[in-house]
């Protein structure tokens, strides 16, 4: 896309909008920003972009807007209605979505754009705050094809990678799935192993360390590794309500495919557990305390 061609939208500055928006600003692209709580918006005005009070004036008619949002209702509300971006679009318009939710969801957005004539594409991403921050996020995309090549510049000044899963509205969001629940059930494993260590007496820190190094040397297991096995759970890079929301995600779409999943189930249990004891502002990492409750480590 030509970067000259008119400010993108950019909606929801979070945790992870606020690192995604500043390098889209630092690679040239002129930005009209909104966010639910106005003063987040700030660091995003120092650097040139332009804040709006109403989410529909980030939008141009023919233009593009961005969405990264908590779950499938936050973006459903910025969408839909007479003042969400749907409307505002028009014909030639994109509205790409990265935020983590539902196949279905997807599919009921994409369907409502093309009524409008606009395009939508379902464009999550895997990466935590730091990944955004050093353009390192992995985008998975799916949608109609002219658009994702219009708009393939915005992914490749936020992220080092991106899949395409082709034109099936919720394609991509089924991968961000698959990928999450992968996540989770690696930090349960983890958490019972290096709990069978501890209490057998062995490092646990130091059985991360080599298992991390070797058998798992992977991002995944690295970087949630040191800190299940640190039991260093704050501060938080994805709070651990965003988990339960992506369980409760995973369980619904296989459901609906009818592919039963009994360790999402469990995980999930183990999440709403966490929760209970008053650990909403802990990473999502934190289920992993389950196991030290249930093992009675400390």
């Known amino acids: 896309m030509d970067k000259n061609a008119g400010a993108v939208g950019f909606i929801g500055i979070g945790a992870m909008g606020l690192p995604m928006a500043t ?55 910025v969408t839909l209605g007479d003042s969400g971006i749907a409307a505002r679009l028009g014909a030639g318009g994109i509205h790409v979505s990265m935020s983590t939710i539902a196949p279905a969801t997807s599919e009921r957005l994409a369907a409502q754009h093309a009524k409008l004539g606009s395009t939508y594409i379902a464009a999550p991403v895997f990466g935590r705050p730091e990944n955004a921050e050093a353009r390192q996020l992995v985008v998975c995309t799916s949608g109609p094809a002219a658009a994702k090549e219009r708009v393939r510049p915005l992914f490749d000044a936020m992220g080092r990678a991106v899949f395409d899963f082709g034109e099936a509205s919720g394609a991509a969001n089924v991968a961000k799935l698959c990928g999450n629940f992968l996540i989770m059930s690696a930090i ?62 995973v369980l619904k779409t296989a459901g609906d495919a009818r592919v039963p999943m009994p360790l999402a189930g469990m995980i999930r249990e183990r999440i709403i557990a966490g929760l209970a004891k008053g650990r909403d502002e802990m990473d999502w990492s934190a289920l992993a305390l389950g196991v030290l409750d249930e093992a009675a480590i400390k």
């Open 23 to 77: 390098n889209l600003l630092a690679g040239g692209f002129a930005l009209r920003v909104w966010n639910r709580t106005s003063g987040k918006t700030e660091p995003l005005s120092a650097k040139g972009a332009t804040a709006v009070r109403n989410v529909a004036d980030t939008v141009t008619p023919g233009g593009i807007a961005i969405t990264i949002l908590a779950d499938d209702a936050a973006v459903e509300s």
């Open 188 to 249: 349960e494993a983890m958490a019972e192993s290096f709990a069978m260590a501890e209490k057998c007496g062995v490092d646990r820190n130091q059985v991360a360390a080599m298992l991390t190094k070797t058998l798992f040397a992977s991002p995944v297991y690295q970087r949630y590794g040191e800190m299940v096995a640190a039991k260093r759970h704050t501060p938080a890079g994805f709070k651990l309500p965003l988990g339960l929301k992506d369980a409760e995600l």
